[in-house]
């Protein structure tokens, strides 16, 4: 067993009591003048033992608190000290405070229980009103001292808890901070990409024509297509850095793109994708003027744009054929374009498109999925379309 050197306050403690004890001893006040069953001096040994525990009175609770006993015990038999009794009321005190949780829990009804022990015990055996003093002070030296350290520790244990709680708190607060930051920037990345992709790819495919085709017809409207797709890419640009601006700026509202635009989306793909061979048709089977929650409305959009832009950059000469409809509460997006060798230009990938689409797709709650079905390359996206739905 190895001891730890003694707290300061125990020292204090320590000190001041025996200095109380052998004062009391030294002008002859005993709280047990009556007995001499022992010399006087035998009051001291007691009184040593408890002042010697007080230095433990943290590191070694249960020790102290089973010596303790034997030592208070063994005052009775001399003419006592009142400074044994108080050290032991300390030692009680402190065996709750600072001894193992079991002990803490047990010791305040133990000692409640052999205060009434004592307590009826003294009455039946001496049958007077003034046998109810023995039960008081039992109940004083164990009982009380056991009730004040067991509050005193549940204050404690609650106040940690309380800390704890709220550094708990505290850190999920930040992990959320942090998590909506990162999705923040997801869905700014998301936004970028598919605000951009379309025009950079247009020019991409134009330029390297204008580049390969020795012809000034050629070269004109492939310098047009640039030019055209350059502004509404910039102004895109702009208005992507409006959003990202200090919320507390004046600027002007935002436009949501919405599924009322496909129209004016696809005959930009036509103009996009002439170069390529390809021709681009709408099928919108919603009901006029229909409406639907705000995010699918801009998640159906930018799963269009996406594939339209995919198609520009990839897909064979044909048809591409986007699809629209609502049923069952359910919105339902479908893009179809041939799948296969393609000639001329083509602008590079990387993937991040379907990335994004999909992404927009789980965001929702919906399913999603892109795949080559023979010389077709399928897009579907079916996503809520209720405001409960959207919500939840």
Request: glycine share 8%; proline share 5%.
């Amino acid at each position: 067993m190895t001891f730890s050197r003694p707290h300061r306050d125990d020292v204090i403690i320590c000190v001041a009591s025996l200095f109380l004890g052998l004062l009391l001893w030294g002008f002859g006040v005993h709280s047990n003048g009556s007995r001499h069953l022992l010399p006087d001096w035998a009051a001291l040994v007691p009184l040593f033992v408890l002042a010697a525990l007080e230095l433990m009175r943290r590191s070694r609770p249960n020790v102290n608190l089973l010596v303790g006993t034997a030592a208070v015990v063994a005052d009775q038999f001399t003419v006592g000290n009142l400074g044994s009794v108080l050290m032991f009321t300390d030692l009680m005190y402190a065996a709750v405070v600072y001894g193992p949780p079991a002990l803490a829990r047990r010791l305040p009804i133990s000692t409640g229980l052999i205060t009434v022990a004592v307590t009826v015990t003294a009455v039946a055996w001496f049958r007077t009103p003034e046998s109810l003093l023995i039960g008081v002070i039992t109940g004083i030296v164990s009982f009380g001292p056991a009730l004040t350290g067991a509050t005193l520790r549940n204050h404690r244990e609650a106040a940690e808890a309380a800390r704890l709680r709220a550094e708990q708190t505290a850190l999920l607060a930040e992990m959320d901070r942090a998590q909506a930051v990162v999705a923040e920037r997801a869905r700014m990345a998301r936004e970028l990409h598919d605000m951009v992709a379309n025009h950079l790819s247009a020019i991409a495919i134009h330029s390297t024509a204008a580049l390969s085709i020795d012809s000034a017809r050629t070269s004109r409207e492939a310098l047009a297509v640039i030019r055209e797709n350059s502004v509404q890419g910039l102004a895109e640009m702009r208005r992507l850095i409006g959003l990202l601006r200090d919320a507390g700026a004046e600027q002007e509202a935002v436009a949501v793109p919405t599924l009322d635009g496909l129209d004016s989306l696809l005959a930009q793909a036509r103009t996009n994708g002439s170069a390529s061979g390809l021709e681009f048709v709408l099928h919108d089977g919603r009901a006029p003027g229909e409406t639907l929650p705000a995010p699918v409305e801009l998640a159906a959009y930018r799963i269009v744009q996406e594939s339209l832009t995919n198609a520009i950059k990839h897909a064979a000469p044909g048809t591409v054929t986007v699809r629209v409809a609502r049923s069952d509460g359910l919105l339902t997006v479908a893009v179809d374009s041939p799948y296969g060798e393609r000639p001329g230009p083509r602008a590079p990938g990387s993937g991040a498109g379907l990335v994004g689409m999909r992404e927009r797709t789980e965001l929702l709650g919906g399913e999603f999925r892109a795949a080559a079905d023979g010389p077709v390359w399928r897009v579907r996206a079916v996503l809520p379309a209720e405001d409960e739905a959207v919500g939840a």
